[in-house]
């Protein structure tokens, strides 16, 4: 049973260039949500996707967007790269909108220079 | 607004002994669920144990139990028996209910353990 894959592990990008970053959910699972973790901090909740249209979101600019397949994988692509995007993207998936437990995957680090 | 507070930035402890990790919360809520991840080096957040609001005993799991003390709005994490394995980043985190039915999780900024031989 696999769990939450996401890809690529590593990243580097130079500052206004965009990224595209991918998300398989743990088998059975339905909904996906991304986090950002700047180093040093907590993860913070960027969006949640559910039936293939964005659900929540959480204080992060336009610039992050993101998108869910019907086979329930997810992409959050973020535009105009910042230095401060520099970060462990994180994505989690669970059963249902309401699940209350998040599987995480192991991130993707983003550097932007 | 919802916080969750960790007030140890980092830990150390003896394998073989127990330690406790801190985690303070402030809710307006009546129903919230609480969270302790563990995230070692490489990345992955891996949930360790859940206490909801209105859950009467302190959950368990294995080596981990929550000592939930809902007067106090605090949640600390007990590990017993610290294995060299047990080294890394702890959160705590609690789930925000959004409208919809739809919940996010919000993290304090964790704890670095640390167990020595």
């Known amino acids: 049973d696999a769990g939450v894959t996401q890809s690529p592990t590593h990243l580097i990008k130079t500052r206004g260039q965009q990224v595209t970053l991918r998300c398989s959910p743990k088998?059975?699972?339905?909904?996906v949500s991304w986090y950002q973790q700047a180093l040093g901090q907590g993860p913070q909740f960027i969006f949640q996707?559910?039936?293939?249209?964005?659900?929540q979101r959480g204080n992060f600019p336009d610039r992050f967007s993101g998108h869910q397949f019907p086979n329930y994988s997810s992409e959050l692509n973020v535009n105009a790269l910042l230095l401060g995007d520099s970060a462990l993207y994180l994505c989690?998936?669970?059963?249902?909108?309401?699940?209350?437990?998040?599987?995480f995957g192991s991130g993707t680090q983003l550097s932007v220079l | 607004a919802q916080k969750i507070t960790q007030t140890q930035p980092g830990m150390f402890v003896q394998e073989k002994e127990a330690v406790t990790l801190d985690c303070t919360y402030d809710?307006?809520?009546?129903?919230?669920?609480l969270f302790w991840y563990k995230q070692p080096s490489s990345g992955e957040m891996i949930f360790l144990i859940y206490q909801g609001s209105y859950d009467e005993q302190n959950a368990t799991e294995g080596r981990y139990s929550l000592n939930f003390q809902k007067a106090r709005k605090s949640a600390n994490l007990v590990i017993s028996a610290s294995q060299l394995g047990d080294s890394a980043m702890y959160f705590c985190?609690?789930?925000?209910?959004?409208?919809?039915?739809?919940?996010?999780?919000?993290f304090g900024a964790g704890t670095r353990l640390a167990v020595h031989p």
């Open positions: 809710t307006s809520d009546q129903s919230y669920g």
């Open positions: 996707y559910y039936e293939e249209e964005e659900r």
């Open positions: 088998s059975g699972h339905d909904t």
């Open positions: 985190a609690m789930r925000e209910s959004l409208s919809g039915g739809y919940n996010k999780l919000i």
């Open positions: 989690a998936s669970s059963l249902g909108v309401g699940g209350e437990k998040l599987f």
